[in-house]
Every structure is written in structure tokens, then in C-alpha cells.
Nanobody
Framework: QVQLVESGGGWVQAGGSLRLSCAAS????????MGWFRQAPGKEREFVAA????????YYTDSVKGRFTISRDTAKNTVYLQMNNLKPEDTAVYYC?????????????????WGQGTQVTVSS
């Protein structure tokens, strides 16, 4: 079992920045691929970013490339999502997820554990 707890969400004006954190516990963090997904009201959950166990491989959806950065700190069992130049369309609940697929993946079905989510609201 893996427990995931997200933090760092909030309200920000367009062009601002937020950093989301996801603390993991219960299983060897270094053996997990980690990802961030988001779900806006009335929309399906969508992939945002993923990182492999080694942090060597990182993946982003096109709409956030150049603005978001995913990283991980194995010593702290934490994965981060730095979000810069935020736009109103980034408004969503952001979810952290963990996968036994150590290479990381954009496919939600490959993730075994999910956090409760943290709200990000970007005003124009």
C-alpha cells in the first residue's frame, strides 16, 4: 500500500506560480513511477506530468510544457510539480499518483495509488 498526500494548492492570478507537493509513504518510494493528473469541473481527468523512479525520464502533456516542472526528492519521499505562468485553463483539482511502472507513464490506468487531490484556481 502507498499513501499519497498532496499539498500546495490554492488561488493565484494568471501568470503566477504554485508548487504542489506529494508526500508518499508505505512503500519504497524509489521503486515507484510518479505522476500528476488534473480534473477540471465537467471534464475528464487528464495527464499532466510523470517522472521515472530515477528522475531520468520526465513526461509532460503539451499544454504545460515549458511552464510546469516535475521533480522528486527520494530522501523526502516527495514528488513536486512546479507550475509557472499559470493560466485560467489550469484551474482543476490536481492529483498525485504512484505506479509500479518505474519508468513513469501518462496512462492513468497504469497507476495503482492516488491521492485525494488539491485544488488549484487561477483567476484571469
Amino acid at each position: 500500500q502507498v499513501q499519497l498526500v498532496e499539498s500546495g494548492g490554492g488561488w493565484v492570478q494568471a501568470g503566477g506560480s504554485l508548487r504542489l507537493s506529494c508526500a508518499a509513504s508505505g512503500r519504497t518510494f524509489s521503486r515507484l513511477g510518479m505522476g500528476w493528473f488534473r480534473q477540471a469541473p465537467g471534464k475528464e481527468r487528464e495527464f499532466v506530468a510523470a517522472i521515472s523512479w530515477s528522475a531520468y525520464n520526465k513526461y509532460y502533456t503539451d499544454s504545460v510544457k515549458g511552464r510546469f516542472t516535475i521533480s522528486r526528492d527520494t530522501a523526502k519521499n516527495t514528488v513536486y510539480l512546479q507550475m509557472n505562468n499559470l493560466k485560467p485553463e489550469d484551474t482543476a483539482v490536481y492529483y498525485c499518483a504512484a505506479s509500479g511502472l518505474v519508468t513513469g507513464t501518462s496512462k492513468a490506468g497504469e497507476y495503482d495509488y492516488w491521492g485525494q487531490g488539491t485544488q488549484v484556481t487561477v483567476s484571469s
